[in-house]
């Protein structure tokens, strides 16, 4: 049986893209396989999406495309179970390991295709945003393939792979800055004396709807800023105490001192 996806690690991230690519019939459930050591692990999967499971990573390597979902360090352990494994010298590897530059994965997958990929968390609930870079080996086809794997999960963008750091620094640590900007709206809600329940289900909303509002209109955030600032009112006041404590600085160097982390820690 020729399996058309593999997936090498069925953790958080490995059932995230299995369980839409599977409800939105991107794939059949025979068409996939995975592989986890833990064989209580591959029976959830099973039952749940009907895939064959394995703890066999020399089996789920023989697919048309091989979705390494592994955590990074476990990468070195793969290579030496791999090590003795003939993959069929056009498979399309995926890899989604943060921090893992292509180079790498070209000295443990010499004669394959390879794009490096970077999901974030909110991939886990269908509202992700993926960068992907492809190395000279993969096709056209491949990498629709691939935009078609990771649009089950939001959106996809293609960058160079120098690019994937700064990538990391703002929708890969993201989904961290907007929950403290949440955590921060509903705190000041509580402050100026709504229950805490009411502050979260207000700072979640506002977040989630002025997002949606941005995207749909196309507009430039100082635009709809500029639309809900009346002279004298409310809104203004509070940009004007944002502003006053660096707000739009303390955000820029927090996407800046991640890119610079992961280029760290990428070395
Ligand atoms: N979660 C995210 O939001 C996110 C975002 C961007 C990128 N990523 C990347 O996605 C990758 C996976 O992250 P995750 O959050 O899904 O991690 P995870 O939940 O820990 O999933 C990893 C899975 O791989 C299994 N595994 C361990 N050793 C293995 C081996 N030798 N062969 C096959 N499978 C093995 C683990 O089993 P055990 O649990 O038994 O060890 C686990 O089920 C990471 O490289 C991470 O950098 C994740």
């Known amino acids: ?19 839409r690519l599977i409800a939105q019939g991107i794939y059949a459930p025979q068409q996939v396989i995975v592989s986890d050591p833990v064989p ?48 069929p010298p056009h498979s399309l590897i995926l890899s989604i390991l943060a921090g893992v530059p292509l180079a790498r994965l070209a000295e443990l997958f010499p004669q394959q295709p390879i ?3 970077m999901p974030n968390t909110p991939a886990t609930v269908g509202a ?11 096709t056209p086809q491949q990498q629709a393939q691939a935009e078609t794997i990771f ?10 792979e120098a690019s994937m750091d700064a990538v990391t620094g703002l929708s890969g640590s993201g989904p961290a800055f907007v929950a ?24 979640i909303q506002t977040v989630l709807g002025t997002a949606q509002l941005l995207k749909e209109r196309n507009l430039h955030p100082a635009q709809l800023k ?35 982390r992961s280029q760290t820690l990428g070395q």
């Open 40 to 87: 209580a692990r591959g029976e959830v999967l099973r039952s749940r999406y009907g895939v064959t499971a394995t703890t066999d990573n020399a089996q789920a390597c023989q697919a048309e495309i091989i979705l390494l979902a592994i955590k990074p360090q476990i990468l070195s352990q793969l290579a030496r179970q791999l090590a003795m494994v003939a993959i």
């Open 115 to 117: 794009i490096r990929v």
């Open 226 to 260: 500029d639309q809900v600032t009346s002279p004298g009112g409310t809104t203004i006041a509070g940009v004007n105490a944002l502003e006053q404590q660096g707000f739009r600085g303390a955000v820029m160097a927090a996407v800046l001192a991640a890119y610079g």
């Open 180 to 203: 403290l900007m949440v955590e921060a709206l509903a705190d000041g809600g509580v402050a100026a004396g709504l229950p805490r329940a009411t502050a979260q289900q207000l700072a």
């Open 151 to 160: 649009q089950a999960v939001g959106e996809v963008v293609q960058v160079p």
């Open 128 to 138: 992700g945003m993926t960068a992907i870079a492809p190395n000279a080996q993969v």
């Open 1 to 19: 049986m020729v399996y058309q996806l593999g997936i090498i690690g069925g953790g958080v991230m490995g059932e995230a893209l299995l369980s």
